[in-house]
């Protein structure tokens, strides 16, 4: 009996050392780099508990303007610490003349700094100084920072830590310490070409009481290979962005926006959006949302397309007049406007008349519409898309394609399709497909697809991969409707009583749409509105469309066009300064 415990005990004494042998075995030589199932690197994990280090760069990609100046990041020249400067003999006079403080407030900070310190941001010539003395544990950086302007940061986009979806994204990759991806953004769309592989650092090896280890020389790890990272150039213009930014916030839009796009390129010139991202805590309200991107109640913006169709498909005679002193449900209408022809009915935005040619359109076609706003670029993906590399089918930024109507049953219904011709219903559409819509009528017609970015880049600024111009897939409308609906729009700011007329004395002409929509949502009793402007300038020779939106606002409040002409006249101003600039 005895001896049968004892061989017992031997026995599971035996499984116990050779499961523990086996464990041993996965830790040390197997799983070192991808242990359990956080994938934890044990490698890079048993070197943080013996080192300290300071981070210059993550050794993620970055994105930079249309001039090649950074745009998700700052560099700054600092001043960093080591510990152990606290326990060897140098001349801190000489730091503290640099610095211009005390010697004690040196002895002060080293006293109380336990890891390596960043002490703030040093100049150019301090950092040099700084340099030349040549001191262990004391060094002048180069260190990345999120940027402060925050400027296109929706369109840009957020990173954030997710080990279990960087593993689904990326499950053949060796994490070298940092699980960051895109979360939102461009930083999502390129997160493939950006993904960080080797950060630059100052590492200091100490033993367990924080002794220097191997003396007290400090190692620079960090990024071999003069290519990467990989940069993506942008088609932001810089100073654009920073009018749009600061006009944005002059006319205290808390919700919307405004975009501009370059007509001949169809390249985002600005992109700003309201709510402002908060980088510490991006998804804390609607901030990290792009509502350039997102889909909208037009209003009457919509009844371009409604217009389009009219003129091609001839629904409406040259010398038709509409009642236009009568709702689209036969009620008096607020505004008496009296019987106008379709152009005067545009420019005044008579919902009447559109409200009965989209009747007209459903009566001869039920997918006449949804044609028309297809073929404008208002609906359907309107940005660049195409094989890049291994990438297929690669989207520069993810956009709301949009809709006319979401039921069968609402294009048989008279009294929606009435509401749909003037931007209601189930009407929804982004300011960037807005954008492309002038932008297209702008052209002639033709459609180009949308770019947020012309390039990716090496490191040294090699070209990695262009982007060049697309045109858009499908169908457009014809030059002649293109040219009668440009002489629409320009008639909104020409005619005295033009929803439009605000911008008949600006440095450019303008051509364009306005609109109000109901949201049908209430605040404090009050019905809530979406207003726009949408337009292109100059009229004659057209060079950038632009959109500008304030969301969720009270019918007698939130007017969009004071932001609309101040956006003008700072594309002007800039554009003459910088032709004057390169002349001289």
């Not at 994204?169 to 070409?193: A, H, N, W």
């Not at 190692?219 to 071999?224: D, E, L, M, N, R």
């Not at 940005?383 to 809709?403: C, E, L, P």
Request: aromatic share 10%.
């Amino acid at each position: 009996m005895r001896r049968r415990r004892i061989r017992f005990l031997s026995a599971v004494i035996i499984v116990l050392m050779l499961v523990l042998f086996i464990r041993l075995m996965e830790v040390q030589l197997f799983f070192t780099e991808n242990y359990s199932k956080h994938r934890v690197n044990l490698l890079n994990e048993s070197v943080k508990q013996r080192t300290q280090e300071v981070l210059i760069d993550d050794g993620r990609g970055h994105f930079l303007d249309n001039e090649g100046y950074p745009l998700s990041y700052d560099e700054k020249t600092v001043l960093v610490l080591f510990p152990f400067l606290k326990n060897i003999q140098w001349d801190k006079n000489q730091l503290a003349t640099i610095m211009n403080i005390r010697k004690e407030e040196i002895d002060r900070i080293l006293n109380n700094v336990k890891k390596p310190l960043i002490y703030g941001e040093i100049s150019p010539i301090q950092a040099k100084e700084i340099t030349k003395l040549n001191i262990p544990g004391l060094y002048a950086i180069q260190k990345k920072y999120p940027p402060a302007n925050n400027i296109a940061s929706q369109l840009i986009g957020v990173i954030g830590e997710n080990s279990e979806e960087f593993w689904k994204r990326y499950p053949d990759k060796k994490s070298m310490g940092s699980l960051k991806i895109g979360v939102t953004g461009m930083q999502k769309s390129f997160d493939e070409f950006l993904i960080a592989d080797n950060p630059s650092k100052l590492i200091f090896h100490v033993d367990g009481v924080g002794a220097p280890l191997f003396g007290i020389d400090v190692k620079y790890s960090g990024q071999s290979n003069p290519y990467y990272p990989l940069m993506v150039k942008t088609t932001i213009d810089s100073p654009f962005q920073d009018g749009i930014e600061s006009l944005l916030d002059k006319h205290k839009i808390i919700k919307g926006g405004a975009l501009l796009l370059d007509i001949e390129t169809g390249n985002i010139l600005a992109s700003a959006s309201r709510p402002l991202l908060n980088r510490d805590n991006p998804f804390s309200d609607d901030g990290a949302a792009n509502m350039m991107l997102e889909q909208h109640i037009p209003g009457s913006v919509f009844k371009t397309v409604v217009a389009a169709a009219a003129l091609d498909e001839g629904l409406v005679d040259n010398d038709e007049q509409f009642n236009c002193s009568l709702t689209i449900r036969d009620e008096l209408a607020e505004r008496d406007l009296g019987m106008l022809p379709l152009d005067e009915s545009f420019s005044r935005s008579c919902n009447k008349t559109f409200a009965e040619l989209a009747v007209r359109s459903m009566e001869k076609s039920p997918n006449l519409l949804e044609k028309y706003a297809e073929q404008l670029g208002l609906t359907g993906f309107s940005g660049w898309q195409d094989d890049v590399f291994y990438v297929k089918n690669f989207k520069q930024f993810t956009q709301a394609t949009g809709r006319i109507f979401t039921s069968d049953e609402s294009r048989k219904d008279q009294n929606y399709v009435g509401q749909t011709g003037i931007g209601q219903h189930e009407v929804r559409v982004s300011p960037l497909s807005v954008a492309n819509m002038m932008a297209t009528i702008a052209r002639g017609g033709q459609k180009k697809a949308i770019r947020a970015a012309t390039e990716i880049q090496y490191a040294d600024g090699g070209v990695l991969f262009q982007f060049p111009e697309q045109k858009s897939r499908g169908d457009h409308i014809s030059t002649s409707t293109a040219m009668k609906l440009q002489s629409l729009l320009r008639k909104v700011v020409t005619d005295d009583e033009g929803t439009g007329r605000f911008f008949q004395n600006l440095p450019y002409e303008i051509a364009g749409k306005s609109g109000t929509a109901e949201t049908g949502v209430e605040k404090d009793g009050v019905q809530l509105h979406n207003k726009w402007f949408a337009g292109y300038f100059p009229f004659q020779q057209p060079k950038y469309a632009l959109v500008v939106v304030n969301l969720d606002v009270p019918g007698d409040q939130g007017g969009i066009n004071p932001l609309f002409a101040d956006i003008v006249t700072m594309v002007f101003e800039k554009t003459n300064h910088a032709l004057n600039h390169t002349e001289e």
